[in-house]
């Protein structure tokens, strides 16, 4: 069935650091796929979303680029915050059964000043 | 999009009684999603609930632990029945991003329950 693979963590990085998550996924057919971000304490939002292979999705400084041929979806930051620290969820949904969300294991990103 | 309500936002409850969530949208919408994440995990689908019809439970639930009502396209509820200490999770409803037409979900803030 369809899965989702994403790095464990946690992730420790200093502020002004560049970040890499890993991503990749496994599908049948052509999903649409996700990073969600979880902030201490919260619920769940959609950090950005990509709906085809190439397209690149993009949110707060955040960019994931949806690549068929490697079946991956790498999220990256730039320039990390600390504001940032939270958890990180890689998503696809599948379009059969009716947009079902398939999450990996999340990835805990702490960023020190 | 859509914005999500979500009650109680946490509850201690004891073993063997049963706990309501409830999921309220702000718009109507086909299709509600629960998910679980139990602690320090990743979200696992319960249900999907179509206004209607009976939900659809994914392997490892069961309707009878977990009942579904979905009365209206704006609300629905999830019962966690008989409750054990490995039910302590974070319950979260969840409906998906209609404006794209290709996925990708709103979550409500979740229910944290803890059984004790």
């Known amino acids: 069935g369809n899965s989702v693979t994403q790095m464990e963590g946690p992730v420790t990085l200093s502020e002004e650091a560049f970040l890499t998550i890993n991503c990749t996924y496994t599908?049948?057919?052509?999903?649409?796929l996700f990073w969600y971000v979880q902030y201490p304490g919260e619920g769940l939002q959609l950090l950005l979303k990509?709906?085809?292979?190439?397209d690149k999705g993009s949110n707060k400084g955040f960019e994931a680029t949806y690549r068929k041929e490697t079946t991956s979806f790498h999220l990256e930051k730039g320039s990390v915050q600390v504001s940032d620290s939270a958890v990180y969820f890689c998503?696809?949904?599948?379009?059969?059964?009716?947009?079902?969300?398939?999450f990996g294991a999340g990835t805990r990103l702490f960023v020190k000043a | 999009s859509a914005v999500i309500s979500q009650k109680p936002s946490r509850d201690i409850c004891q073993r063997g009684t049963s706990l309501t969530i409830q999921c309220q949208v702000d718009?109507?919408?086909?299709?509600m999603f629960w998910y679980r994440q139990q602690p320090g995990q990743s979200l696992t689908l319960i249900a999907t609930?179509?206004?209607?019809?009976?939900?659809?439970?994914e392997s490892g639930f069961v309707i009878d632990k977990f009942p579904i009502s979905r009365p209206n396209l704006t609300f629905s509820t999830l019962t966690v029945s008989n409750m054990s200490p490995e039910d302590s999770s974070i319950y979260l409803c969840?409906?998906?991003?209609?404006?794209?037409?290709?996925?990708?979900?709103?979550f409500g803030q979740g229910t944290r329950l803890t059984v004790v």
């Open positions: 969840s409906v998906e991003d209609t404006g794209t037409g290709r996925g990708g979900a709103f």
């Open positions: 599908a049948t057919g052509y999903p649409s």
């Open positions: 990509a709906t085809k292979a190439d």
């Open positions: 998503a696809l949904t599948e379009g059969t059964g009716g947009f079902k969300t398939i």
């Open positions: 718009s109507q919408v086909t299709m």
């Open positions: 609930a179509n206004q209607g019809s009976e939900a659809t439970y």
